[in-house]
């Protein structure tokens, strides 16, 4: 990891891609404090902000695919020559580096109590920061290695062969039934992975881990969609795009919600439907903050997009403040607020006050970070 105190050095960014990817991991820190408020003080909290139980959408299910499509939009913007140019050993080694230390660091968090107590459970292989990694490599060896129109054959390939494994039989018996939570062949894979389920997220004779192997294949699809997209843009550069990216988040959103009534919406497995309906809403939000931000100057930096700005520039290290402190939530310095709001407040609205300003915290140190010109790299 390190600190880069020149970002006016580099190549002018794409500000839309920072101000979404900074709305994605508020979104993701607002559904994990949501989620804490509700399993750790049983505050009753918006449904819409917690993970759907197994199949459904809500706003909780659809930060992380949307990050992982920036990240996919980011890798042309980042690179200093056309996809598909081929791979020298420099590049190679950046990318397989940038991999392993996304992994490793997402293997800490993942197991954060596990290191500091062996007899707290067992440790877990997967999780968010693991599954960028695995995305962020494969897409950025792709871009560099195949044409433009290979790899849109790949991703389409991976989506509608992933329909057909998914329905396969269960590794371990256990009765298929895509509609019931880990009775599925891509759910027992990782059961039979990893030991009948014990270092899985979910546990028990049914568990899996939504973060899983197989599950893997459709997200790097949904990176690869986001480098397309940023190669579109990349090509569009100082045009307005905003139409032409509007019609495809459309068709994305249509294809999917028409594929999911055979191929369900289901986060937990990354299935394709899920992968086409999260994608066209991303897009479509990306194609909004391209026709509001990108043309206009400064308009980034006025207020409530330089929130999002903030947490966008140093999008990993506030991802990583946030898994470090999360138990802040738990604190009663956070939750005596939460009882003054009660009283005051629908109780919906009280549990979000805790978040807020659990929220604030991580904004002030990101905000710090960015006025001092230091972007965190990994």
Same mark, same amino acid.
Request: include cysteine; proline fraction near 6%; charge should be positive.
């Given at each position: 990891?390190?600190?880069? #105190?020149?970002?006016? $050095?580099?190549?002018?960014?794409?500000?839309?891609?920072?101000?979404?990817?900074?709305?994605?991991?508020? &979104?993701?820190?607002?559904?994990?404090?949501?989620?804490?408020?509700?399993?750790?003080?049983?505050?009753?909290?918006?449904?819409?902000?917690?993970?759907?139980?197994?199949? &459904?959408?809500?706003?909780?299910?659809? +930060?992380?695919?949307?990050?992982?499509?920036? +990240?996919?939009?980011?890798?042309?913007?980042? $690179?200093?020559? #056309?996809?598909?140019?081929?791979?020298? *050993?420099?590049?190679?080694?950046?990318?397989?580096?940038?991999?392993? *230390?996304?992994?490793?660091?997402?293997?800490?968090?993942?197991?954060?109590?596990?290191?500091?107590?062996?007899?707290?459970?067992?440790?877990?292989?997967?999780?968010?920061?693991? /599954?960028?990694?695995?995305?962020?490599?494969?897409?950025?060896?792709?871009?560099?290695?195949?044409?433009?129109?290979?790899?849109? @054959?790949?991703?389409?390939?991976?989506?509608?062969?992933?329909?057909?494994?998914?329905?396969?039989?269960?590794?371990?018996?256990?009765?298929?039934?895509?509609?019931?939570?880990?009775?599925?062949?891509?759910?027992? +894979?990782? *059961?039979?992975?990893?030991?009948?389920?014990?270092?899985?997220?979910?546990?028990?004779?049914? &568990?899996?881990? #939504?973060?899983?192997?197989?599950?893997?294949?459709?997200?790097?699809?949904?990176?690869?969609?986001?480098?397309?997209?940023?190669?579109?843009? =990349? $090509? /569009?550069?100082?045009?307005?795009?905003?139409? #032409?990216?509007?019609?495809?988040?459309? &068709?994305?959103?249509?294809?999917? =919600?028409?594929?999911?009534?055979?191929?369900?919406?289901?986060?937990?497995?990354?299935?394709?439907?899920?992968?086409?309906?999260?994608?066209?809403?991303?897009?479509?939000?990306?194609?909004?903050?391209?026709?509001?931000?990108?043309?206009?100057?400064?308009?980034?930096?006025?207020?409530?997009? *330089?929130? $999002?700005?903030?947490?966008?520039?140093?999008?990993?290290?506030?991802?990583?403040?946030?898994?470090?402190?999360?138990?802040?939530?738990?604190?009663?310095?956070? =939750?005596?607020?939460?009882?003054?709001?009660?009283?005051?407040?629908?109780?919906? +609205?009280?549990?979000?006050?805790?978040?807020?300003?659990?929220? @604030?915290? =991580?904004?002030?140190?990101?905000?710090?970070?960015?006025?001092?010109?230091?972007?965190?790299?990994?």
């Amino acid at each position: 990891m390190a600190i880069d #105190p020149a970002p006016a $050095a580099r190549a002018p960014r794409l500000v839309s891609l920072d101000v979404l990817r900074g709305l994605t991991v508020m &979104g993701m820190i607002l559904v994990n404090a949501t989620a804490g408020m509700f399993y750790g003080a049983k505050a009753s909290v918006f449904p819409l902000l917690l993970h759907a139980s197994w199949d &459904g959408l809500t706003i909780a299910d659809a +930060v992380f695919p949307a990050f992982l499509m920036m +990240v996919g939009v980011a890798i042309p913007m980042a $690179a200093r020559a #056309p996809g598909g140019s081929g791979l020298d *050993r420099d590049t190679a080694r950046r990318i397989g580096g940038r991999t392993a *230390r996304l992994f490793a660091i997402g293997w800490l968090l993942s197991n954060f109590y596990w290191l500091m107590d062996f007899d707290s459970g067992a440790w877990r292989l997967w999780g968010v920061l693991q /599954r960028i990694a695995l995305v962020y490599g494969a897409c950025a060896l792709l871009f560099w290695t195949c044409k433009p129109r290979v790899r849109l @054959a790949i991703l389409v390939a991976i989506l509608l062969l992933y329909w057909p494994v998914a329905l396969l039989p269960a590794l371990d018996g256990l009765p298929n039934d895509i509609l019931l939570r880990g009775h599925n062949f891509v759910a027992s +894979v990782d *059961r039979v992975l990893l030991g009948a389920g014990g270092h899985n997220y979910v546990q028990g004779p049914d &568990g899996y881990d #939504p973060e899983g192997l197989l599950g893997t294949l459709p997200a790097i699809a949904h990176g690869l969609i986001g480098v397309a997209i940023g190669e579109w843009l =990349l $090509a /569009r550069r100082g045009t307005r795009a905003t139409l #032409p990216l509007l019609l495809a988040g459309a &068709g994305m959103l249509a294809a999917g =919600l028409a594929w999911s009534t055979a191929f369900p919406i289901i986060k937990d497995i990354w299935s394709s439907s899920f992968v086409l309906v999260t994608c066209g809403l991303t897009t479509i939000a990306l194609a909004l903050l391209h026709a509001l931000l990108d043309h206009r100057a400064g308009a980034a930096e006025r207020w409530p997009w *330089r929130i $999002a700005l903030a947490f966008g520039s140093n999008a990993i290290a506030a991802y990583v403040l946030h898994m470090v402190t999360g138990g802040l939530l738990n604190w009663d310095l956070l =939750l005596a607020p939460y009882g003054v709001a009660l009283a005051v407040l629908p109780p919906m +609205v009280a549990a979000l006050v805790p978040v807020l300003l659990y929220m @604030a915290l =991580l904004w002030a140190a990101m905000a710090w970070l960015r006025r001092q010109g230091w972007f965190v790299k990994v």
